[in-house]
């Protein structure tokens, strides 16, 4: 059984960097065709991805905020880190990581809430 | 960049109705669509992928069609559970989800 799950902060301030920790079991990173995405959803809005990594390590961004964003791995801590640097207000959303295999994201974390406040 | 542009955006509906959700891509891309389901304060599920293959322990009632830019999802009879938002997701190419379809109760 595949289980994923978020950690990280709930709030952050504006201008800071925030970190989030995928924290999965139930398969390996190190799997040929394998990989962990992170997808966001503001309050009552649509999903947005934002990035992926694959057991090779290949990493793909959302090209409107791949400036901001940083994927890695821990394979060894079966850990996926996504990093966001200068948090604004608009990035206040539920954060998922999600399991991928052939791009399709199966199954989805629980989700945490971030919130961008001063 | 490939849009996916779902239609209606809501929808309201009875417990056995018949509903029908449409996804249209802004080029081809084949077979490459997948439908998810979130409930609210849930995270989202894979329903269909590759337009139209059931995913493990989804039931029948949920069926998926279409190909290169025109796709559906069809609830056949509308169960209280299935009242939720849906999202297609194309495999192709960014951004790879739509808008969503909220299905609501009339």
């Known amino acids: 059984q595949i289980t994923l799950k978020e950690s990280g902060p709930t709030l952050v301030k504006p201008t800071q960097t925030l970190t989030l920790t995928c924290t999965f079991s139930?398969?390996?990173?190190?799997?040929?065709?394998?990989?962990v995405g992170w997808i966001r959803q503001p309050p009552g809005k649509a999903l947005e991805w934002l990035a992926l990594?694959?057991?090779?390590?290949?990493?793909r961004y959302s090209p409107s905020l791949k400036s901001r964003l940083t994927i890695t791995k821990d394979t060894s801590k079966n850990q996926v880190v996504l990093t966001m640097t200068n948090m604004d207000p608009v990035d206040t959303a539920t954060y998922y990581c999600?399991?991928?295999?052939?791009?399709?994201?199966?199954?989805w974390g629980q989700g945490t809430l971030v919130t961008v406040s001063s | 960049d490939i849009q996916l542009t779902q239609s209606p955006s809501f929808l309201s509906a009875s417990v056995g109705d018949r509903v029908t959700i449409t996804c249209r891509a802004s080029?081809?891309?084949?077979?490459?669509l997948a439908w998810y389901q979130q409930k609210p304060g849930k995270a989202p599920k894979l329903l269909i992928y590759?337009?139209?293959t059931l995913q493990s322990g989804v039931p029948s009632r949920f069926s998926g069609s279409g190909s290169g830019t025109e796709f559906t999802l069809t609830i056949s009879s509308l169960q209280p559970e299935d009242f939720a938002t849906y999202y297609c997701?194309?495999?192709?190419?960014?951004?790879?989800f739509g808008g969503g379809t909220k299905v609501e109760i009339k």
């Open positions: 990594i694959y057991w090779d390590d290949d990493k």
């Open positions: 997701q194309q495999l192709n190419s960014y951004p790879p």
């Open positions: 590759a337009a139209s």
């Open positions: 139930g398969f390996s990173l190190s799997t040929s065709g394998v990989g």
């Open positions: 999600a399991h991928s295999a052939t791009l399709l994201y199966d199954p």
């Open positions: 080029q081809g891309i084949s077979s490459y």
